[in-house]
Antibody
Framework: DVQLVESGGGLVKPGGSLRLSCVAS????????MAWVRQAPGEEPQWVSH????????YYADSVRGRFTVSRDNAENSVSLQMNSLRVEDTAVYYC????????????WGHGTTVTVSS | AIQMTQSPSSLSASVGDSVSITCRAS??????LSWYQQKPGKAPKILVF???RLLSGVPSRFSGSGSGTDFTLTISGLQPEDFATYYC?????????FGQGTTLEIK
């Protein structure tokens, strides 16, 4: 089965850091772009970042640029999101998703991992 | 960033009804729009891509239409499992942006 599994969420204080990971299975990971999307409670999803299938092209939402870094390891079928200088407004469920374009529609989503930024 | 204005924000309907949800883009996005269904506590699930193409396995009661700035998702003959929140997403350029969502409730 095609699957994405996120991990790494948790409770962190403002200014702190977290690293999210997403492991893929069931498809040729290295052939696909990947994206991170977050969703704050009661809000619509918000696109966070895109990384191309080789990792050569990376894009960020303005709200996270300079604080978040996306990377991937095609040998390990994984994509990561390093989140630094976290703010209360970064509190959300974070999903990784397979991105079929540049940008494109997202056809496979993980179950999400919850990040809570609070003092 | 391209703004996506989705309406209505909520909708009450009965099983068997047909409903339509619209999304309007703040600029021409050709047909670079997809629709997602989300149930509480779950990830969004894609239904339609390129404005009108149904993903494999999605029931044919779902249909998408539109191009340019105006798009519609129609559900013909609502089933109990269709009561959920629906979002549009423009993928014309970065940053991709979602509509605010439409919550479909049972009347």
């Amino acid at each position: 089965d095609v699957q994405l599994v996120e991990s790494g969420g948790g409770l962190v204080k403002p200014g702190g850091s977290l690293r999210l990971s997403c492991v893929a299975s069931g498809f040729q990971f290295g052939h696909y772009h990947m994206a991170w999307v977050r969703q704050a409670p009661g809000e619509e999803p918000q696109w966070v970042s895109h990384i191309s299938f080789t990792g050569a092209y990376i894009y960020y939402a303005d709200s996270v640029r300079g604080r978040f870094t996306v990377s991937r390891d095609n040998a390990e079928n994984s994509v990561s999101l390093q989140m630094n200088s976290l703010r209360v407004e970064d509190t959300a469920v974070y999903y990784c998703a397979r991105d079929l374009g540049d940008p494109g529609h997202m056809d496979v989503w993980g179950h999400g991992t919850t990040v809570t930024v609070s003092s | 960033a391209i703004q996506m204005t989705q309406s209505p924000s909520s909708l009450s309907a009965s099983v068997g009804d047909s409903v339509s949800i619209t999304c309007r883009a703040s600029q021409d996005i050709t047909r670079d729009l997809s629709w997602y269904q989300q149930k509480p506590g779950k990830a969004p699930k894609i239904l339609v891509f390129e404005a009108s193409r149904l993903l494999s396995g999605v029931p044919s009661r779902f249909s998408g239409s539109g191009s340019g700035t105006d798009f519609t998702l129609t559900i013909s003959g609502l089933q109990p499992e269709d009561f959920a929140t629906y979002y549009c997403l423009q993928e014309f350029n970065y940053p991709p942006t979602f509509g605010q969502g439409t919550t479909l409730e049972i009347k």
